[in-house]
């Protein structure tokens, strides 16, 4: 037996050259925990179930969620402004629990664990709130179909419900996407071109359940009920959930590295117990175990970067850095260890940036909605009328519209003058999104100036719906639609490449965080606003009869800050270094 033959887990000895040729290079493996063979696993064949169920895990979502702020108003009766706040808080949750799931992911169950467990959760959630609004003494008590009112208990079952859905996406969220992209080889150039191919037609299908979900689940719970509006999109997840396990056998699974947690306390340790130490110029003195895998289980090495040059102390070799011929990792980590860290530090300010755009995009199904209730909902001249939270159908359509034409067109395009295997870079990508954001702000805010100057001038206060269609709102949705395509999918690619490889999950959850502060910071512009414009007995900007605000003032506002935002993303993106590995692991 040779010294190049390998073995794989089950026993059999394979030849380094046939291993070169049929297995992956990036460490993942197949269901059975052997190395993942590239003809029988992974790529497109894998991929429609891992889409099949992002599609109809989206639709529970945004079934729900598109029209839940009516919901609040008409059945909890929640004021304009405290409805806007739970929805929010709730959608915010919905985004920071994919940190717990992604931690989970990375660093113990693996992410097909993580996402199979959490759907259990998540489907017990929604059966809950389809209980909560269709069994008696559960739901509401409803005089008239607008006219309803919950006690305590009945409110409290639709928010722990909710907030069940909202744990059990924290382990679908951050794992799904990645789970997609492992089933292509980093190390292989022709899979790796198939990637961000990927991420447009895995957000291609999100938008598909979001489609459905605006447009047909919103009319079903506006005329039909919430028993069924909220029942619907618990089958959907259920269809989910098979989806899922269908694929199982074709899935390529990436290793857990153990808590990524641990080791950057240890390398944040290991640096300030040798503040005094001088890092050597000469880099290749840095600490790095000799294998072709890095310390961390299943992860490929980083190289070394010149930047946060304290953190390298952690690196530097010194004779107490061992005990009883072993290393003390709370003394002495490896340079792919300190770049781990370092590649966390560096997404840290393009995160941030995240949070206004993410705050825009909340619009959709708060205040876009609530102005949308106040205008003409008719089909053209027909008696057909339509929820105005269907509105936000423009926005899927949107993105359904973009992504082949950003796929097929504009990515082979910008290739020709860039040179860039993906067109545009990631950071390029998101740059456009945020500038397409700004002109939703700007047209939302001209369509209210509008609206509110037709009711000052024709006296429409009192009108439960003035005679302008809601259709003019288009526009906006369209707009958010576009930037979707451009930072949010930009996003999902570059928080998956720039991750380590054993902290993937968690960066996907890094990048989802900013759609929780985004929801947190509109819920908190809500508060300041309503607080600062309400003195005096004045209405103020955003108050229950919105013909008697300002709301256009608060879209002028949410302009302003995308503005800003824009230009520190732009100093931030000239400021940013991509990372780079180091060989295979196969």
Known sequence: MGEDDVYTKDGRVVPIAEDD?????????????????KKVTGTWKACPFILG????????????????????????????????????NWSGTCYLTPLLGAFLADAYLGRYKTIASFSIIYIIGMTLLTLSASIPGMKPTCVSKDDCYANSGQTAACFIALYLIALGTGGIKPCVSSYGADQFDDDDEVEKKHKGSFFNWFYFSINVGALIASSVLVWVQMNEGWSWGFGIPAVAMAIAVVSFFSGTRLYRNQKPGGSPLTRIIQVLVASVRKYKVIVPEDKSLLYEIADAESVIKGSRKLDHTN?????????????????????????????????ELKSIIRLLPVWATGIIFAAVYNQMSNFFVLQGTLMDLHVGKSSFEIPAASLSVFDPLSVIIWVPIYDQFI????????????????????????????????????????????????????????????????????????????????????????????????????????????????????????????????????????????????????????????????????????KKTVGSIR
């Not at 598109?66 to 739970?86: P, V, W």
């Open 21 to 37: 040729d049929v297995y992956t290079k990036d460490g993942t493996v197949d269901y059975k925990g052997n190395p993942a063979n």
């Open 53 to 88: 169920t992002e599609c109809c895990e989206r639709l529970a979502y945004y079934g729900m969620s598109s029209n839940l702020i009516t919901y609040f108003k008409g059945h909890l009766k929640q004021s304009s402004a405290k409805a806007a706040k739970s929805n929010s």
């Open 307 to 339: 930047e946060f040059r304290f953190f390298d102390k952690a690196a530097v070799v010194e004779p107490t850095d061992h005990i009883k011929d072993s290393i003390d990792p709370w003394r002495l980590a490896t340079v792919t260890q300190v770049e």
């Open 411 to 578: 990515v082979p395009f910008a290739r020709k003058f860039t040179g860039h295997r993906n067109g545009l870079t990631t950071l390029q990508r998101m740059g456009i999104g945020l500038f397409i954001s700004i002109f939703s702000m700007v047209c939302a805010a001209i369509l209210e100036l509008i609206r509110l100057r037709s009711v000052k001038e024709n006296n429409y206060y009192d009108r439960e719906h003035m005679p302008m269609s809601v259709f003019w709102q288009s526009p906006q949705y369209f707009l958010i639609g576009a930037a979707e395509v451009f930072t949010f999918i930009g996003q999902l690619d570059f928080f998956y490449d720039q991750a380590p490889d054993a902290m993937r999950s968690l960066c996907s959850a890094l990048s989802l965080s900013t759609v929780a502060l985004g929801n947190y910071f509109n819920s908190l512009l809500v508060t300041i606003v309503t607080n600062v414009t309400t003195k005096n007995n004045k209405p103020g900007w955003i108050p229950d009869n919105l013909n008697y605000g300002h709301l256009d003032y608060f879209f002028w506002m949410l302009a302003v800050l995308s503005v800003l935002n824009l230009g520190a993303f732009l100093l931030i993106a000239q400021w940013y270094t991509y």
